[in-house]
């Protein structure tokens, strides 16, 4: 392959990502940042969950819901990644299984009324969907991003986004998108709620 070639492969890439993120569901991202809205104003918080990139993910989302959405002096949300600790999932995979790994920490730290954020490129991963059964069984709100078909990952929860997309590395790509975008809208809804309040 010459240089032209990976030129075409990546314009190629980057052209059919730009037609799916045209295609996404933005109503249903619309009102996800209305549900994070919400469970900010009654101090719930938001659990985050992935594998692999979408850990990555998972974990991005937190450092913009505390750090980003901070805006106008006020503090950003409660949230936290349960992908993030590397002693605490070694641990719960060792001494349990890796389907338990994100269920244990929910049960311990979690109570009704807050979200589980949960990204799974093919919406199947065992360990998210356990998670998000444990979720609705103790009273969370769930929300999914997930890609492909949607999976299991689409029926289970409260609302969820599909990457339209089959592959993974696009998905992904998607996701992160998404991510920004909720961090983007729920900073202008904020700077604007706060200037209104003064």
Not at 14 to 32: P, Q
Not at 40 to 66: M, P, Q, W, Y
Not at 178 to 196: D, M, W
Request: proline letters at 1%; charged letters at 25%.
């Amino acid at each position: 392959m010459n240089k032209q070639d990976f030129k075409n492969i990546l314009q190629d890439y980057a052209k059919d990502v730009i037609e799916g993120i045209e295609k996404s569901d933005f109503n249903a991202l619309g009102d996800i940042v209305k549900m994070f809205l919400d469970a900010k104003e009654r101090d719930a918080t938001i659990f985050t969950v992935g594998n692999g990139g979408s850990a990555a993910t998972a974990s991005h989302i937190c450092n913009d819901l505390l750090k980003g959405c901070g805006v106008c002096g006020h503090v950003g949300f409660k949230t936290e990644c349960l992908c993030d600790s590397t002693a605490v999932l070694s641990c719960l995979a060792n001494d349990f299984d890796y389907e338990s790994v994100f269920t244990v920490q929910l049960k311990a730290k979690a109570k009704k009324g807050d979200l589980l954020l949960a990204y799974s490129g093919s919406g199947n991963s065992p360990n998210v969907i356990k998670v998000l059964e444990l979720a609705k069984e103790m009273g969370l709100i769930t929300i999914g991003f997930t890609g492909r078909d949607g999976g299991k990952l689409a029926k289970i929860c409260d609302i969820s986004v599909i990457a339209p997309n089959e592959c993974m590395e696009k998905i992904e790509d998607f996701h992160m998108l998404y991510t920004h975008a909720l961090s983007y809208s729920i900073q202008k809804a904020l700077t604007e709620k706060y200037s209104e309040d003064k």
